[in-house]
C-alpha cells in the first residue's frame, strides 16, 4: 500500500550504517496534507528534550473533561488510586462504565500515547468511549508516570500493576475477566504490546486481544521509514530519538534493552493474544510496525495489518473529519465485534 519510488526518484543520503539508499517517503493523503500543514503550526515534527515542558503544557488541549466523558449519562465516571508496584506511588485509573450495563461487560484496559513523555489517562481516551457506546464496554484508562523524571521500567510496570488489579476486581466493576482486551497509540500502543507480553510471561490475567494503533515498538530508530520520515508529518526520528531517549537514557539502541521496553527486541512472540496494528504508510513507525505483525505470523499467532496510504502519525485523531480517517476507526470497530463477537 505504499508508493514505489520511481525511477527518476533522488535517494536520500544514507549513513554509513545502511544496508542501501533510502528513497523519497511515499506521498500524503492529498486531504491529510492539507490538514498537516494546519498541525504543523502547533506540533513540530521533531523536538529535543529541552521541549518537552512546553509540549507537556501544549498536551492539556487533547484532553477531556469529566462531562465530555459521561456522554449525557451514558457513562458513569470515576478515578481510582489503587496500588502500584512495590516500593512505588498508587496508579491511576480512569474508569468509565455504561450507566446501563446489566450483568459483567467485557472491558478496554486502554493506555494514554504521548511518546513516553507527556500525557495522562485522559488523553486519546475518546475513541474507547466510542467503541464502549457502540458495543457496551467498560473503559479502564492508566495513568503511568512519564519519563524522563521516571524511566524505565516504571511506565510499563504502573500499567501492570493497574491490570492486574482491574482483574482482580473485575466483579465490583461489572467487569467480566475473561474478556478484556488491552488497547493503546503511539507509545501507549507500545505499553499495550509491552504489556501483553509482560502478562504472558508473568502469568498475569489473559488478555483476549492487543489494540496496537501506529505503535511505538524500536528504539533502534534506524528503519527506513524512520530516516524517510526525518522532519515530515508528526513525530520525526528526532523527536523518536528524544522519546527513547527520555526512556532509556544511554542504553537506547544497544545491546540490552529489554523487550518490555521496546517489544520489537523480544525474541518469542509466540503465545500472544490476536492483534490489531495499523499504522499510516507515511509516518516513522511504518516499518517496525509492518515487521512486528509479520514476526506474530511468524510465531503462530493472530494478527491484522492495515497500512493506511498516506497517513501521518496519528493522522485519525488529528483529522478524524476525512474520509481514509473515518475508514481507519472504522476498521478497528469492526475488529473489535469481531473479537466480541458483539
Same mark, same amino acid.
Given at each position: 500500500?505504499?508508493?514505489?519510488?520511481?525511477?527518476?526518484?533522488?535517494?536520500?543520503?544514507?549513513?554509513?550504517?545502511?544496508?542501501?539508499?533510502?528513497?523519497?517517503?511515499?506521498?500524503?493523503?492529498?486531504?491529510?496534507?492539507?490538514?498537516?500543514?494546519?498541525?504543523?503550526?502547533?506540533?513540530?515534527?521533531?523536538?529535543?528534550?529541552?521541549?518537552?515542558?512546553?509540549?507537556?503544557?501544549?498536551?492539556?488541549?487533547?484532553?477531556?473533561?469529566?462531562?465530555?466523558?459521561?456522554?449525557?449519562?451514558?457513562?458513569?465516571?470515576?478515578?481510582?488510586?489503587?496500588?502500584?508496584?512495590?516500593?512505588?506511588?498508587?496508579?491511576?485509573?480512569?474508569?468509565?462504565?455504561?450507566?446501563?450495563?446489566?450483568?459483567?461487560?467485557?472491558?478496554?484496559?486502554?493506555?494514554?500515547?504521548?511518546?513516553?513523555?507527556?500525557?495522562?489517562?485522559?488523553?486519546?481516551?475518546?475513541?474507547?468511549?466510542?467503541?464502549?457506546?457502540?458495543?457496551?464496554?467498560?473503559?479502564?484508562?492508566?495513568?503511568?508516570?512519564?519519563?524522563?523524571?521516571?524511566?524505565?521500567?516504571?511506565?510499563?510496570?504502573?500499567?501492570?500493576?493497574?491490570?492486574?488489579?482491574?482483574?482482580?476486581?473485575?466483579?465490583?466493576?461489572?467487569?467480566?475477566?475473561?474478556?478484556?482486551?488491552?488497547?493503546?497509540?503511539?507509545?501507549?500502543?507500545?505499553?499495550?504490546?509491552?504489556?501483553?507480553?509482560?502478562?504472558?510471561?508473568?502469568?498475569?490475567?489473559?488478555?483476549?486481544?492487543?489494540?496496537?494503533?501506529?505503535?511505538?515498538?524500536?528504539?533502534?530508530?534506524?528503519?527506513?521509514?524512520?530516516?524517510?520520515?526525518?522532519?515530515?508529518?508528526?513525530?520525526?526520528?528526532?523527536?523518536?530519538?528524544?522519546?527513547?531517549?527520555?526512556?532509556?537514557?544511554?542504553?537506547? %539502541?544497544?545491546?540490552?534493552?529489554? !523487550?518490555?521496553?521496546?517489544?520489537? =527486541? +523480544? #525474541?518469542? &512472540?509466540?503465545? /500472544?493474544?490476536?492483534? $490489531?496494528?495499523?499504522?499510516?504508510?507515511?509516518?516513522?513507525?511504518?516499518?517496525?510496525?509492518?515487521?512486528?505483525?509479520?514476526?506474530?505470523?511468524?510465531?503462530?499467532?493472530?494478527?491484522?495489518?492495515?497500512?493506511?496510504?498516506?497517513?501521518?502519525?496519528?493522522?485519525? %485523531?488529528?483529522?478524524?473529519?476525512? !474520509?481514509?480517517?473515518?475508514?481507519? =476507526? +472504522? #476498521?478497528? &470497530?469492526?475488529? /473489535?465485534?469481531?473479537? $466480541?463477537?458483539?
Amino acid at each position: 500500500m505504499t508508493a514505489e519510488p520511481t525511477a527518476s526518484a533522488a535517494p536520500l543520503d544514507a549513513s554509513p550504517a545502511d544496508a542501501g539508499p533510502v528513497y523519497p517517503p511515499p506521498p500524503f493523503d492529498p486531504e491529510l496534507a492539507a490538514a498537516l500543514e494546519l498541525i504543523g503550526e502547533q506540533i513540530p515534527p521533531g523536538f529535543t528534550p529541552e521541549m518537552i515542558p512546553a509540549m507537556r503544557e501544549g498536551s492539556v488541549a487533547f484532553q477531556v473533561s469529566d462531562e465530555e466523558l459521561q456522554r449525557n449519562g451514558a457513562f458513569q465516571v470515576e478515578e481510582r488510586e489503587v496500588p502500584g508496584p512495590d516500593g512505588a506511588p498508587d496508579v491511576s485509573l480512569l474508569i468509565c462504565r455504561p450507566t446501563d450495563a446489566s450483568g459483567p461487560l467485557p472491558a478496554v484496559y486502554h493506555i494514554h500515547g504521548g511518546g513516553m513523555i507527556l500525557g495522562n489517562n485522559r488523553l486519546g481516551v475518546t475513541e474507547a468511549l466510542d467503541w464502549a457506546e457502540e458495543l457496551g464496554l467498560v473503559v479502564v484508562s492508566v495513568e503511568y508516570r512519564l519519563a524522563p523524571e521516571h524511566p524505565y521500567p516504571a511506565g510499563i510496570e504502573d500499567c501492570y500493576a493497574g491490570l492486574v488489579w482491574t482483574a482482580g476486581n473485575a466483579k465490583e466493576l461489572g467487569i467480566d475477566p475473561d474478556r478484556m482486551l488491552v488497547a493503546g497509540a503511539s507509545a501507549g500502543g507500545g505499553l499495550a504490546a509491552a504489556l501483553a507480553l509482560l502478562a504472558r510471561d508473568r502469568g498475569g490475567p489473559e488478555l483476549i486481544g492487543q489494540m496496537l494503533m501506529c505503535p511505538m515498538l524500536d528504539d533502534r530508530n534506524d528503519s527506513v521509514s524512520a530516516r524517510q520520515m526525518a522532519g515530515r508529518g508528526v513525530w520525526d526520528r528526532t523527536a523518536n530519538e528524544s522519546g527513547w531517549g527520555a526512556l532509556l537514557g544511554e542504553a537506547r %539502541g544497544g545491546p540490552d534493552v529489554s !523487550p518490555y521496553a521496546a517489544p520489537a =527486541r +523480544a #525474541t518469542d &512472540l509466540s503465545g /500472544l493474544p490476536p492483534a $490489531l496494528i495499523d499504522v499510516g504508510s507515511a509516518e516513522t513507525f511504518r516499518d517496525e510496525d509492518i515487521a512486528y505483525a509479520g514476526r506474530l505470523w511468524q510465531a503462530g499467532g493472530r494478527a491484522e495489518l492495515h497500512v493506511w496510504p498516506g497517513g501521518f502519525h496519528g493522522f485519525d %485523531g488529528f483529522a478524524p473529519q476525512v !474520509p481514509i480517517s473515518q475508514e481507519c =476507526r +472504522a #476498521t478497528r &470497530l469492526r475488529w /473489535l465485534r469481531r473479537l $466480541l463477537g458483539a
